[in-house]
């Protein structure tokens, strides 16, 4: 594991110091104990330097203070119908309502009239084959008739001329608005790996609702990491003796999080893979082996990717085993930390990685 000299020392303390000056544009008092506790992370990180031993100490005293706080929020706004007001207040106020009541009714109609007009035009589009101003013509009708339906198949139809077209991004944007309308999941899926097969290695693709780097490219198979870590998942749910294969984010990365943000043709092209965890050598801990869609890296390939994993300021989990079965390796400023940390902390985070096919 590489070591910080005393000028990275420097720095990362004071990025610390950032975090514990920033409490005062905080107002809840549960984001400043969140703050205050990635702060302490920073600081124990430090080891000896400078007097980062006292704040970790001080950073944690004061997040426990404030955990205990209610946040204070600013009182509800007074209702101004709350008031008295005067019989004289009174009869100005239904005049008004009665007014206002009048030209609802007026704009009601002329809408009506409006949307009537609208809408023949609209069928004119759709007969004569140009789905594209059919559709945004439907879609301004809302609701008048059956605009929406017919709104969603004037958007299929136009998509799918885009696709037939290789016009791969038009296509990839219409089909993601009606994901869920017939296949358009599937030809979502078409279009985005169409669209991967033209990005270029440590190239940036949108791959369902996330963005990925491409981090390698083999054959019809690209290996993809994503861009940016999601924030804020223990590595297991509990405190726990576990291994890669017996932990609660290998089963969320797989379940909930594949469901939430893949559609069933996307989750077809992403290959099943046999991860290899090895144990860990220097502590004597256990890894696993699974076959999975969705998993993490190790802490090798932290250091052969690290020019598309870039600079965040957080940490994420890596997939090997810590000092002990309770403790899983993780990244904190681009440093694998073999000894880890306890796999049930809630504060970092989780950064997902996966082998597609490309065909």
């Not at 007001?85 to 106020?93: D, E, F, L, N, P």
């Not at 009537?116 to 140009?130: D, K």
């Not at 590595?235 to 559609?263: C, G």
């Amino acid at each position: 594991m590489a070591e910080l000299n005393e000028t990275e020392l420097q720095q990362q303390y004071d990025k610390a110091k950032v975090l514990v000056n920033s409490l005062d544009c905080l107002k809840k008092n549960s984001d400043k104990a969140k703050t205050l506790k990635r702060a302490a992370k920073r600081f124990e990180a430090l080891g000896d330097f400078s007097d980062s031993s006292a704040m970790a100490t001080k950073c944690k005293e004061e997040a426990e203070k404030y955990s205990k706080m209610e946040d204070n929020l600013p009182p509800a706004p007074k209702n101004p119908l709350d008031s008295k007001k005067s019989g004289k207040a009174s009869v100005w106020i239904i005049r008004v309502v009665a007014v206002l009541v009048i030209i609802g009714i007026l704009g009601f109609f002329y809408t009506r009239m409006f949307d009537h007009g609208a809408y023949l035009r609209s069928t004119f589009y759709e007969s004569i084959g140009n789905h594209e101003k059919a559709y945004k013509m439907f879609l301004h009708l809302k609701d008048y008739k059956d605009s929406e339906k017919r709104y969603l198949d004037n958007r299929y139809k136009h998509a799918c001329e885009k696709l037939k077209e290789k016009d791969f991004e038009a296509a990839k944007k219409a089909f993601r608005d009606i994901r869920d309308y017939k296949d358009s999941g599937e030809k979502l899926a078409k279009a985005e790996i169409q669209i991967l097969k033209k990005t270029k290695k440590h190239g940036d693709v949108l791959f369902g609702e996330a963005h990925w780097v491409v981090a390698e490219k083999y054959g019809n198979k690209a290996f993809l990491i994503k861009v940016k870590p999601v924030d804020e998942i223990p590595y297991n749910e509990k405190d726990t003796n576990v291994t890669w294969k017996t932990s609660s984010i290998r089963d969320y990365l797989n379940s909930d999080f594949m469901d939430d943000t893949f559609t069933d043709g996307m989750k077809d092209k992403i290959l099943t893979t046999k991860v290899v965890v090895k144990d860990n050598k220097k502590f004597g801990t256990k890894g696993a082996t699974t076959n999975d869609k969705l998993f993490m890296l190790n802490g090798k390939q932290v250091y052969k990717y690290e020019e598309d994993l870039g600079e965040f300021s957080w940490d994420y989990w890596l997939i090997g085993p810590g000092e002990t079965q309770r403790e899983a390796q993780f990244v904190s400023h681009g440093q694998v930390k073999e000894a880890g940390y306890p796999v049930a902390d809630q504060y970092i985070s989780m950064r997902p990685c996966m082998w597609i096919n490309l065909k």
